[in-house]
């Protein structure tokens, strides 16, 4: 008997998950919420993202997500994990993970969204700081112009300046 299960989702870009159906491209058939009764399977699955290895539905779905014999097929607007508040030094996502922030970690996307890193229990991923929160961040950044129109920042943390890359790949393709 086959157990093999497979089900289908999409992160948007302020990190909510919604369910989707292989068969019908482009439908959302509800969202899984963080709140309630479901967080605990929203932070199940986020804990266990990584990168779809399995050569299924690839490259529509470049992420998954494992439970016993079923598999999660995650596709993002930007990215696997979207952060949505950073509290006592740690960036939070799902409904209740959270991933200690770095600032030396950061970087910023050719299309200007800030990026951390994640780390789960089964990869390290790129995460997006969702924009109310890279606000925050960006209060705290200077830019300079330096030549040829490209642009230096630098996050003032503290004490410490972290100058933050400007990537010219997507964060799905960049490495940790």
Same mark, same amino acid.
């Given at each position: 008997?086959? +157990?093999?299960?497979? @089900?289908? @989702?999409?992160?948007?870009?302020?990190?909510?998950?919604?369910?989707?159906?292989?068969?019908?491209?482009?439908? +959302?058939?509800?969202?899984?919420?963080?709140?309630?009764?479901?967080? +605990?399977?929203?932070?199940?699955?986020?804990?266990?993202?990584?990168?779809?290895?399995?050569?299924?539905?690839?490259?529509?779905?470049?992420?998954?997500?494992? +439970?016993?014999?079923?598999?999660?097929?995650?596709?993002?607007?930007?990215?696997?994990?979207?952060?949505?508040?950073?509290?006592?030094?740690?960036?939070? @996502?799902?409904?209740?993970?959270?991933?200690?922030?770095?600032?030396?970690?950061?970087?910023?996307?050719?299309?200007?969204?800030?990026?951390?890193?994640?780390?789960?229990?089964?990869?390290?991923?790129?995460?997006?700081?969702?924009?109310?929160?890279?606000?925050?961040?960006?209060?705290?950044?200077?830019?300079?112009?330096?030549?040829?129109?490209?642009?230096?920042?630098?996050?003032?943390?503290?004490?410490?300046?972290?100058?933050?890359?400007?990537?010219?790949?997507?964060?799905?393709?960049?490495?940790?």
């Amino acid at each position: 008997m086959n +157990r093999n299960r497979h @089900y289908f @989702y999409e992160v948007d870009l302020k990190g909510k998950l919604h369910r989707l159906e292989f068969d019908q491209p482009g439908q +959302r058939f509800g969202e899984i919420k963080s709140t309630g009764a479901d967080w +605990r399977q929203v932070d199940y699955f986020f804990a266990h993202l990584q990168a779809n290895d399995t050569g299924l539905y690839e490259p529509e779905y470049p992420f998954m997500s494992t +439970r016993m014999h079923e598999k999660y097929f995650v596709k993002c607007s930007a990215c696997p994990v979207v952060f949505n508040d950073l509290r006592d030094g740690n960036l939070r @996502y799902g409904a209740t993970n959270q991933q200690r922030f770095d600032p030396a970690s950061l970087s910023i996307s050719a299309e200007g969204y800030l990026h951390h890193p994640v780390q789960t229990k089964a990869a390290i991923l790129p995460g997006l700081i969702e924009s109310n929160t890279a606000q925050l961040l960006f209060e705290q950044v200077e830019v300079q112009e330096v030549q040829h129109g490209q642009m230096i920042f630098t996050l003032q943390w503290g004490s410490d300046q972290f100058e933050i890359p400007t990537l010219g790949n997507t964060p799905d393709t960049y490495e940790y």
